[in-house]
């Protein structure tokens, strides 16, 4: 492996991390808010960033709790993912790419997106039954663009999956 490949996975390693640490500070912060604005209702304006959920609040407490939870789901989800790509990036060895270990992970992080596309598809539809009542959220849920990287996570893992089965293949006829 040359240098320039190495430095290229070492900063990948920390945009990681960073971003693995970032999503749960939010994850958190966003469920700390949550339980704040039951307490609190007035909390509801501004859950996380300027979330504000105080419309669906009004219209009843098992109607917020629904929203904030899908949103913090995808959120967690989300988290859950970079740290498997960060698992992935322990297990991979680019001397011996070709492990049980890292199929097993490309195939679990295919999975982590698809959820994640799932959820936010069911988070979109559920808040866009809402605008005939005037409510009208403010959440970007990106669920499509995780439904395309689950897809193409999935062929790279069953592509991987068959590398896997000819190096050992050819580890057999030596």
Same mark, same amino acid.
């Given at each position: 492996m040359n240098i320039s490949t190495k430095l290229i996975l070492d900063i990948l390693?920390?945009?990681?991390?960073? /971003?693995? /640490?970032?999503?749960?500070? %939010?994850?958190g912060a966003m469920i700390i808010s949550t339980v704040v604005s %039951?307490?609190? +209702?007035?909390?509801?304006?501004?859950?996380?960033?300027?979330?504000?959920?105080?419309?669906?609040? @009004?219209e009843g407490l098992w109607d917020y709790l629904k929203m904030a939870s899908l949103i913090i789901a995808v959120q967690a989800l989300k988290a859950y993912m970079f740290y498997l790509v960060i698992k992935?990036?322990?297990?991979?060895?680019?001397?011996? +790419?070709?492990? +049980?270990?890292?199929?097993?992970?490309?195939? !679990?992080?295919?999975?982590?997106?698809?959820? /994640?596309?799932?959820v936010a598809i069911i988070g979109n539809i559920y @808040?866009?039954?809402?605008?005939? @009542?005037?409510? !009208?959220?403010?959440?970007d849920w990106e669920g499509g663009p995780f439904l395309f990287l689950a897809g193409i996570i999935f062929v790279i893992a069953h592509i991987f999956k068959r590398g896997l089965e000819l190096q050992h293949d050819n580890e057999l006829t030596v």
């Amino acid at each position: 492996m040359n240098i320039s490949t190495k430095l290229i996975l070492d900063i990948l390693k920390v945009l990681t991390w960073v /971003i693995f /640490i970032g999503l749960c500070i %939010m994850t958190g912060a966003m469920i700390i808010s949550t339980v704040v604005s %039951m307490i609190n +209702p007035v909390a509801s304006k501004d859950i996380y960033l300027g979330l504000d959920l105080s419309e669906f609040y @009004a219209e009843g407490l098992w109607d917020y709790l629904k929203m904030a939870s899908l949103i913090i789901a995808v959120q967690a989800l989300k988290a859950y993912m970079f740290y498997l790509v960060i698992k992935l990036f322990s297990a991979l060895d680019l001397g011996q +790419p070709f492990t +049980p270990s890292v199929g097993t992970l490309l195939i !679990r992080i295919s999975r982590s997106a698809l959820e /994640i596309g799932i959820v936010a598809i069911i988070g979109n539809i559920y @808040a866009n039954s809402y605008l005939n @009542a005037g409510i !009208r959220l403010e959440h970007d849920w990106e669920g499509g663009p995780f439904l395309f990287l689950a897809g193409i996570i999935f062929v790279i893992a069953h592509i991987f999956k068959r590398g896997l089965e000819l190096q050992h293949d050819n580890e057999l006829t030596v």
